[in-house]
């Protein structure tokens, strides 16, 4: 199948004017749209007729025939491609890159392992790609330069409350013309992913350590793209999973996952993929991949205490804080006064602490559309799409200004029909990594979870039971590995006999704490204007550096 012209457009719509167009180049590098919503591709290519041909690729290869259908050629050549796909993946230390492990043959539970590159997180899938995009542009911006005419550079700022950081550091360390700033709440990430962020030390990577929250680090991202000052110094971009080439890349392991099934079941129908969710990245890409063709029976949205996607499946609202109980009683007092309590909570699974999920904004695109057309089907494509764009304008100006909004009932209607989801508290995260090392809910024993992939098993689990004899697998997948969430695992397992942390600790973890680090503190005082000023001065130093060097 040759590349349909690939397309993107603006999630918003704020007025009358035309619809605004951009390739994938364009998208990539901006992250956001001006108008604030998300890039989204115009059409969602359909391989329903043909993905099977596609079962034996290696993973490199999948990835090559799925990012294909959705940049044009002209833009990025089909050696080129290959090329950067097969270098991002080299970096994997799994043969299989995303390998599928069985948990429990009588349940049909499987584990998806997305957690063997470089910093050993789910994330490292979609940044290994990104970063060598993002130098492949540069370098072709910058082969074609005018004698005399500054080089392009590309200034990338990021927040994280933890993945994030680490795996776009490792990303984009060392790329040539572009400079990284990644933004974490100071203390409230993991140990060992602050030490694996702030101990890289090329002169291109930047770690701001700041007061405040990761919806705060976020805020500031988004001010900072919003700046008109920083704007006309910069050329900014977005690693955070707004940035479509993320989602993009985190297609292919749903098409891998089910194609190593399909290996064992050779008369498989139907997988259902359950998915530990914060801002709803990972999970978009396996909606996107059912809409695609891959027979996805249900996607299962699994949370932590920051519940709002779980809310908003109940309820069809989304709203940053749960409703307060209507008649407060002295019974439940202290429930609802934490109720009214904004903020997110910080569980085990620092990875989904969130307020709100940004990718969400793109499935109730595409359910905003699909419920014009069927509600207007003789109405001109172009007018739908209008609409839509508008009443997602309108949702989000909403939630800034109040803090939720509600959607219609027929667009509720449609995201149940595709996803359930179970939300999954702090106790029940520890309670499933020790039920699952013991082996007493799964038949594998000994295998050590994550947080964030025991959120998955334990609502794989809850799902199963629902529903009940089944021959739909389930496949939970696994975000991240083990060592990186000490404190969370070892509080889980310490009271287990021959249970020892070190066992299941990579060599690239040992002494990492004894490295020499290299991080800026952020107070709240100093705010934007302070990391405005820093992101200057910093990437004024290496350019000078870089002058310094090649004269
Ligand atoms: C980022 C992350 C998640 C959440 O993924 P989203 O795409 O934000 O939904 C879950 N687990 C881990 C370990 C992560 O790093």
Redo the contacts with the bound molecule.
């Keep these: 199948m040759v590349a349909n012209n690939s397309k993107y457009s603006s999630t918003r719509y704020h007025d009358s004017s035309l619809r605004e167009f951009f390739g994938f180049e364009d998208v990539v590098l901006k992250g956001l749209a001006a108008d604030g919503g998300l890039f989204h591709p115009h059409d969602i290519p359909n391989v329903r007729s043909q993905y099977l041909q596609w079962k034996d690729l290696s993973f490199p290869d999948l990835a090559y025939q799925v990012m294909r259908l959705y940049i044009d050629e002209y833009e990025i050549s089909d050696a080129e491609l290959k090329d950067i796909v097969h270098r991002s993946y080299s970096t994997f230390r799994h043969p299989d890159t995303v390998p599928l492990v069985p948990l429990d043959d009588q349940k049909g539970l499987y584990l998806l392992e997305l957690f063997h590159g470089p910093t050993f ?3 490292d899938v979609a940044l290994q790609f990104l970063g060598n995009l993002f130098e492949f542009f540069l370098v072709r911006k910058n082969k074609n330069l005018q004698t005399g005419e500054a080089r392009h550079h590309l200034t990338v700022i990021g927040a994280t409350s ?3 950081g680490s795996a776009a550091i490792y990303g984009l360390r060392g790329k040539k013309d572009v400079s990284i700033f990644i933004m974490f709440p100071d203390g409230k990430v993991s140990p060992v992913q602050e030490a694996q962020m702030t101990t890289v030390l090329d002169p291109n990577v930047h770690c701001l350590a700041v007061q405040g929250t990761f919806d705060d680090c976020q805020d500031y991202v988004k001010a900072l793209f919003a700046d008109p000052e920083t704007n006309k110094i910069h050329h900014l971009a977005a690693v955070n ?1 707004i940035n479509w080439a993320r989602i993009l890349a985190q297609i292919t392991y749903y098409f891998s996952a089910y194609f190593q099934l399909l290996k064992t079941k050779p008369d498989l129908k139907q997988a259902k993929f359950v998915v ?8 978009l890409a396996g909606y996107y991949a059912k809409r695609m063709g891959l027979p996805i029976a249900k996607l299962i949205i699994a949370t932590n205490e920051n519940d709002i996607l779980h809310r908003f499946w109940q309820t069809g609202s989304y709203s940053k804080k749960p409703k307060p109980p209507q008649e407060p009683h002295e019974g439940i007092k202290e429930d609802g006064a934490q109720a009214h309590e904004a903020g997110v909570k910080e569980t085990y699974s620092p ?2 602490d969130i307020l709100v999920s940004s990718n969400f904004e793109r499935l109730l695109w595409h359910l905003s559309l699909e419920h014009e057309l069927e509600t207007n089907p003789h109405v001109k494509m172009e007018s739908s799409v209008r609409v839509a764009g508008q009443k997602i304008d309108g949702w989000f100006q909403e939630l800034k200004s109040t803090g939720s909004f509600t959607v219609d009932p027929q667009i509720l209607d449609k995201a149940r029909e595709i996803f359930d989801t179970y939300r999954v508290s702090n106790a029940e995260t520890l309670e499933a990594i020790r039920d699952c090392y013991r082996g007493d809910v799964i038949s594998k024993k000994e295998y050590v979870l994550d947080p ?1 992939s025991a959120i998955g098993v334990a609502a794989s689990l809850r799902e199963i039971k629902a529903s009940g004899q089944c021959d739909v697998p389930t496949v939970s997948l696994a ?2 590995h083990p060592a990186k969430f000490a404190g969370a695992v070892d509080l889980a397992l310490q009271e287990e006999k021959g249970f020892d942390f070190n066992s299941v600790l990579p060599e690239q973890f040992v002494g990492l704490d004894d490295k020499e680090r290299k991080v800026l503190k952020v107070s709240s005082s100093e705010g934007l204007p302070g990391i405005r000023q820093i992101i200057t001065r910093e990437v004024d130093k290496e350019k000078e550096a870089r002058q310094n060097g090649s004269s």
């Design positions: 997180a789910f994330k933890g993945d994030t999973s530990p969710t914060g801002n709803f990245g990972d999970i990875a989904m964030h975000t991240a």
